[in-house]
């Protein structure tokens, strides 16, 4: 894939009405508005799709694999509540578009994708970028055991259930922001641990994700 890594004044005015457009359909926090205003979301495109980088839409990226819609990216970023430092657990790098958002509210990111063409892939773009995660091949189903607990964990494909091994990996006080349903649709779910085996649980929005594949979900 021949990517675009040239961002003039035609790509931040584009990004400038994304923001806009995603402040018009709810998206309060400043700093992940900042987060979406920032990242070159065309980088992750072939040029000959340069126009649909700034749509607020999801798009294809190969692999059955699509990079996620600006919305839900900045409604999951929005609920995770970031804090500078926080250790955070990405389920599904994908394009990397999403760890850059994360990278951006200055977490520190560990992020895992089980396609290997994605994961090559993200691993060229992101460091040319200048964005510097954690990354990890597997199936992130299981989450990442050998480097938790973490703060806050982010699954972005839709699953079946939550995989419980992924809550013992969250840390007291943690938060998981995971969407659940059939292969159709999901709700957005927040997982708040509360106690060693207690956890809060607000179920929200409804989404269409790409599933999460693995031994702990289809």
Request: hydrophobic share 40%; charged share 25%; net charge neutral.
């Amino acid at each position: 894939m021949a990517y675009k890594f040239i961002d003039n004044y035609r790509e931040k005015g584009a990004r400038k009405k994304l923001v806009k457009h995603l402040e018009s359909r709810g998206i309060q926090d400043k700093r992940v508005l900042e987060a979406i205003g920032k990242v070159p979301r065309h980088f992750f495109f072939d040029e000959t799709f340069w126009n649909q980088a700034y749509k607020d839409i999801a798009f294809p990226i190969g692999d059955g694999q699509t990079i996620s819609q600006p919305y839900t990216v900045a409604y999951q970023s929005e609920l995770l509540h970031v804090k500078e430092g926080d250790k955070v657990l990405e389920i599904g790098t994908g394009s990397g578009y999403q760890t850059c958002i994360l990278l951006e509210l200055g977490a520190d990111v560990y992020t895992i994708e089980r396609q290997k063409n994605l994961y090559e892939r993200a691993i060229q773009v992101l460091p040319y970028m200048g964005y510097r995660p954690k990354f990890f091949l597997g199936d992130g189903s299981k989450g990442i055991p050998e480097h938790a607990p973490y703060d806050k964990i982010i699954v972005t494909a839709g699953a079946p259930f939550v995989p419980d091994m992924m809550l013992r990996q969250l840390k007291l006080g943690g938060l998981l922001v995971i969407p659940v349903g059939d292969e159709k649709s999901q709700k957005m779910v927040t997982i708040l641990r509360v106690g060693e085996n207690e956890f809060e649980r607000i179920e929200l929005d409804t989404f269409r994700f790409v599933p999460l594949v693995g031994d702990k979900a289809w």
